[in-house]
């Protein structure tokens, strides 16, 4: 089908941003990655993609929202790369054309997937636009080539995920839980926190280390300080010895209340779990007036994986 014959010529897509309740890491696997083990949460922070027709061949994005300006606009943008991957899999890029655009909630290069979230976003409004027929696990499949985050993004909710984090399987989660997400104000690079990883740990097994049992039984039954006490991400370490200052950001959480504080995947965002919603909305005032923070959000988990709203 060529874009002239697209079933609509709008379409707008919300996709999630994740936090992983654990991140147990193996050794590093001979294709660069590391083999995870690992339960994602999808949360209320939101990055929403609109995708109208466009000319066959012309594939366009800009990039809205208070962090717009350290995100790509041009074709190294994974929403952009996720475009051009569902159109050269179906006829060719030259078949298809569209115009994105994104209105970017998630911490940018944060550590909560918001490049995956828009690549997410990007098939999911793609494949509507262009009226192409794909099944979410051909979607997903489709997702893990453009990154190890992005089949998760697709999924939603709650998840364990193995392999690179791409091998998912829905996990049972009753209740929701609040959170407080807190970016400070320095970068750290994914690869680069892996790497340290490695630096670290020069003797890990290749097969991670398991999930806590009691953070799936905390889940399994609503028990928000069971899954408190068992939150852990074995990149933490890496991500504090990259940039110690991190520490002072989990400590003040921790003592401002947070039933625990962790470092969101690779880092630098650092997400507090609250006891309940007005512990987070106290928590989440108390963290901003401190000014360890550039940014300090409120969102709770689960919430479904990328979707279309219109
Ligand atoms: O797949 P994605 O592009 O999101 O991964 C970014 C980087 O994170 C990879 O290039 C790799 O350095 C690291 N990574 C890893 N093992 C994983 C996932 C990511 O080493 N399972």
Known sequence: MSASEAITD?????APGKVNLALRVG???????HSLATVFQALSLFDDLGARAAAPGDYRITVA???AHLVPADDTNLAVKAARLLASRNGGEARYGVDLSIR????????????????????VACAALWGIDINPDELREL????????????????????????????????????????????ELSTPAVFRRFDELNPDADP??????????????????????????????????????????????????GALAG?????????????ANEDEAVRLS???????????VRRASGPVPGARQLA
């Open 10 to 14: 709008r379409v707008k897509v919300r």
């Open 27 to 33: 050794g590093l696997r001979a294709d660069g990655y």
């Open 65 to 67: 929202g208070d962090q």
């Open 104 to 123: 970017k909630t998630i911490p940018v290069t944060g550590g909560m997937a918001g490049g995956s979230a828009n690549a997410a976003a990007a098939l």
């Open 143 to 186: 997702g893990a080539e453009l990154g190890a985050d992005v089949p998760f993004c697709l999924l939603g909710s709650t998840a364990l995920g193995h392999g690179r984090g791409d091998d998912l399987v829905p996990v049972l989660s009753r209740g929701g839980y609040h959170w407080v997400l807190a970016l400070p104000d320095v």
């Open 207 to 256: 097969s991670p280390p398991p999930v806590p049992p009691g953070l799936l039984e905390g889940l399994a039954s609503g028990d928000v300080r069971r899954v408190a006490e068992n939150l852990v991400n074995d990149l933490e370490p890496a991500a504090l010895s990259l940039r110690p200052h991190l520490a002072d950001l989990l400590d003040a959480g921790r003592d401002a």
């Open 262 to 274: 962790i470092v969101s995947g690779s880092g630098p965002t650092c997400a507090f779990l609250a």
């Open 285 to 295: 005032g108390v963290l901003s007036g401190l000014g360890l923070s550039r940014m």
